[in-house]
């Protein structure tokens, strides 16, 4: 998927969630809107170097937009909006194997929520659930969520629903950081999580962890699957 031009700062403090303060190389500041709910655990330290989009939107509070923030010398995708765009495309593209020549309906409901995708076709309804992973539990391991995730675990029950209703049921895991080799649930953050997740694999729920990468030359132009990664409980 290719990404929007991007521009080169530094990141000087993120903030209520959704707003960063970044410094550019003429020693200006801005505040740019940052696309992500979770606590971006190891992707929000001062200083670091980032790429931020600009929009010409008057109805927009702030013109930037966080995409990037660099992470032990590599790109990390930090908008977890893009992460369904990038998963969809695989989807529509045929890339994830065994979820291949399905219709792809984007943000469907089931229960009391909405999930990623509906996908149908021969075999019946998959549902599907995309979560984007930036944290590194372990110098090899990386895990999810990177804090307390209640809407997480919200989603885990009513993937397992579907599979009581004899439907397929998928939670895939978008890995941005290039140096996790496996995946595991973070435990030690969101130990109901953990247990969760658990009891969903021996409900049936399918689980697949694909890594992606981030490419360009001085700046990262495009963001792709890579490659499927192991999991371990």
């Given at each position: ?36 709910t ?17 929009v ?72 599907l659930e ?33 599979r ?70």
């Open positions: 998927m290719n990404l929007p031009p991007l521009y080169p700062a530094r990141l000087l403090r993120r903030y209520q969630r959704f707003l960063a303060d970044l410094q550019l190389a003429d020693g200006r500041q801005l505040t740019a809107h940052v696309p992500n979770g606590s971006m655990r190891q992707c929000a330290e001062p200083g670091s170097a980032v790429a931020y989009s600009l010409d939107n008057p109805r927009r509070k702030y013109a930037a937009t966080l995409e990037l923030v660099q992470v032990a010398g590599a790109w990390v995708d930090i908008n977890t909006q893009r992460s369904n765009r990038v998963v969809e495309e695989a989807l529509r593209a045929g890339w994830l194997a065994d979820l291949a020549g399905f219709r792809v309906l984007p943000e469907q409901r089931l229960g009391a929520s909405r999930l990623d995708f509906l996908l149908q076709g021969t075999g019946g309804p998959v549902w995309v979560k984007n992973v930036t944290l590194m539990s372990t110098p090899v391991c990386a895990g999810f969520p990177d804090a307390v995730s209640e809407r997480g675990r919200r989603h885990l029950l009513e993937l397992m629903a579907a009581q209703q004899g439907q397929r049921a998928v939670l895939l895991f978008l890995v941005q950081r290039p140096e996790a080799r496996l995946f595991a649930p973070a435990a030690d953050i969101d130990p109901a999580y953990a247990r969760q997740f658990e009891a969903a694999l021996q409900a049936g729920v399918e689980v697949q962890v694909w890594q992606t990468a981030v490419t360009g030359d001085e700046l990262p132009c495009q963001v792709q699957i890579v490659r499927r990664l192991p999991f371990i409980v």
